[in-house]
T-cell receptor, first 118, second 112 residues
Framework: GAVVSQHPSWVICKSGTSVKIECRSLDFQATTMFWYRQFPKQSLMLMATSNEGSKATYEQGVEKDKFLINHASLTLSTLTVTSAHPEDSSFYIC??????????????FGDGTRLSIL | DQQVKQNSPSLSVQEGRISILNCDYTNSMFDYFLWYKKYPAEGPTFLISISSIKDKNEDGRFTVFLNKSAKHLSLHIVPSQPGDSAVYFC???????????FGQGTRLTINP
């Protein structure tokens, strides 16, 4: 159980393009999902917390107009990198927690999306 | 301010031996701790967790120890297997908080 699916796994596109990444919880409902970014050989950096039916909460230094988050249902959150530039190239990972379970529960992660902007 | 620290960027262990990965934290409000395993170009996989009301949790070959007074936790893997070679992240959260704070990761290499 607790499977998180992320799509696409790899994107290569031209500078100026907007790219949408989907994150789905397959066997549980996730009122909250999380979006991370990982630079090579570094830790995971939380970008934003995605809340179903309301605005996302962005971490300090993350441009909300650059990284648009939509959490329209209990099983789907999307991250859109708008007008992407080479410096946006990175590994983006989403996670979700099964809030239907009691007590402390781990976040489960998708397999990530490698974004390369040419 | 690095609230969760993994001071060893890499660790090499012989197959069959015990692997011990360490993690220190500074925030006394943390009450839930997790270990994740990550392969390149994949998302982290949850391994094991521990609540602050416990000092040990065991799941098969994996055991996590928590020393609250020292603000230190460790992950023991025994016996170590080649498939355990990966980057291991420790993470922590505080009561009521949804966010996880991750350490920098330790690259574990199991040598045959």
């Amino acid at each position: 159980g607790a499977v998180v699916s992320q799509h696409p796994s790899w994107v290569i596109c031209k500078s100026g393009t907007s790219v949408k990444i989907e994150c789905r919880s397959l066997d549980f409902q996730a009122t909250t999902m999380f979006w991370y970014r990982q630079f090579p050989k570094q830790s995971l950096m939380l970008m934003a917390t995605s809340n179903e039916g309301s605005k996302a909460t962005y971490e300090q230094g993350v441009e909300k107009d650059k990284f648009l988050i939509n959490h329209a249902s209990l099983t789907l959150s999307t991250l859109t990198v708008t007008s992407a530039h080479p410096e946006d190239s990175s590994f983006y990972i989403c996670s979700a927690r099964d809030w239907g379970q009691e007590g402390n529960q781990p976040q489960h992660f998708g397999d990530g999306t490698r974004l390369s902007i040419l | 301010d690095q609230q969760v620290k993994q001071n060893s960027p890499s660790l090499s262990v012989q197959e069959g031996r015990i692997s011990i990965l360490n993690c220190d934290y500074t925030n006394s409000m943390f009450d839930y701790f997790l270990w994740y395993k990550k392969y390149p170009a994949e998302g982290p996989t949850f391994l094991i967790s521990i609540s602050s009301i416990k000092d040990k949790n065991e799941d098969g070959r994996f055991t996590v120890f928590l020393n609250k007074s020292a603000k230190h936790l460790s992950l023991h893997i025994v016996p170590s297997q080649p498939g355990d070679s990966a980057v291991y992240f420790c993470a922590a959260s505080s009561k009521g908080a949804q966010k996880l704070v991750f350490g920098q990761g330790t690259r574990l290499t199991i040598n045959p």
